[in-house]
């Protein structure tokens, strides 16, 4: 069994129910589930392979969730951050955990040109929200429009 077994059985009996509320935003279970599967398909486009780790710096928000079920999708391993670390430690945690991929959301963006440097593993940095991504990092929003969307890895 895995967290997805939860979403497939929410799309099941009631996909069009509300499966996320943030602020304004609302997603029903489908819309949810797309959402998942585009950044499933943006991981494996940046070449996340299964069981890769992906860590994740963000705050608690509805974005955090499609992040969490995002990288099973793709077949790789969450590795959630503490969002109360200083940059040397979350980079001694990141290179430690082996993560090729880090989703940063637009709180932690500021962190990224102290920590890309050290980050022995990492290939891609996304970063999440209306905040423009560092140099060498990408819109986390721009890869889910641009991905297609990627069948749930078994």
Do not use: K
Request: some cysteine.
């Amino acid at each position: 069994m895995s967290i997805l077994q939860g979403l497939r059985r929410a799309c099941q009996i009631n996909p069009n129910g509300i499966a996320t509320i943030d602020g304004d935003r609302r997603q029903t279970w489908l819309q949810f589930r797309d959402r998942v599967a585009r950044f499933g398909g943006a991981l494996r486009s940046a070449g996340v392979q299964r069981g890769d780790r992906v860590a994740i710096l963000s705050l608690n928000a509805d974005a955090y969730l499609e992040y969490f079920y995002a990288t099973p999708w793709a077949g790789a391993l969450v590795v959630p951050l503490n969002t109360r670390l200083a940059a040397p430690e979350l980079v001694a945690i990141i290179n430690d955990a082996g993560a090729v991929a880090l989703v940063v959301d637009e709180n932690f963006a500021a962190m990224l040109p102290a920590m890309m440097p050290r980050l022995t593993t990492v290939r891609t940095v996304f970063v999440s929200g209306s905040a423009a991504p560092p140099p060498g990092a990408t819109s986390l929003n721009a890869a889910i429009e641009a991905a297609d969307p990627i069948a749930e890895a078994d």
